[in-house]
Nanobody, 125 residues
Framework: QVQLVESGGGLVQAGGSLRLSCAVS????????MGWFRQAPGKEREFVAA???????TYYADSVKGRFTISRDNAKNTYLQMNSLKPEDTAVYYC???????????????????WGQGTQVTVSS
């Protein structure tokens, strides 16, 4: 099990950028895939982006493709660079981790074992 803490959320105007960070602590000697999800008010939590353990494979939801970039430094941090933000990107953003022995990435909530507490992103029009 690992502990995840997100940071970097805030209020930004449409067209602006934010960079979210996810700091990982705990059993970091284990390999793990990482993902970002978001949940808007009154909506279900949805997949945003994923990256494999090695950082060599990424995958994005269609709604953010070309605007968001997931990365990791393979130390203890994973990042989500968000550009060209839209009001519909407003949500609480969560990072998630899953221990894995392969070069896989995961896109559904139930595939992840550990979650952070979330960070609020608000995009004004």
């Amino acid at each position: 099990q690992v502990q995840l803490v997100e940071s970097g959320g805030g209020l930004v105007q449409a067209g602006g950028s934010l960079r979210l960070s996810c700091a990982v602590s705990g059993r970091t000697f284990s390999s793990y895939a990482m993902g970002w999800f978001r949940q808007a008010p009154g909506k279900e939590r949805e997949f945003v982006a994923a990256i494999n353990w090695l950082g060599t494979i990424t995958y994005y939801a269609d709604s953010v493709k070309g605007r968001f970039t997931i990365s990791r430094d393979n130390a203890k941090n994973t990042y989500l660079q968000m550009n060209s933000l839209k009001p519909e990107d407003t949500a609480v953003y969560y990072c998630a981790a899953r221990a894995t022995s392969g070069s896989y990435y995961y896109t559904t909530l139930n595939e992840y074992d550990d979650w952070g507490q979330g960070t609020q992103v608000t995009v004004s029009s």
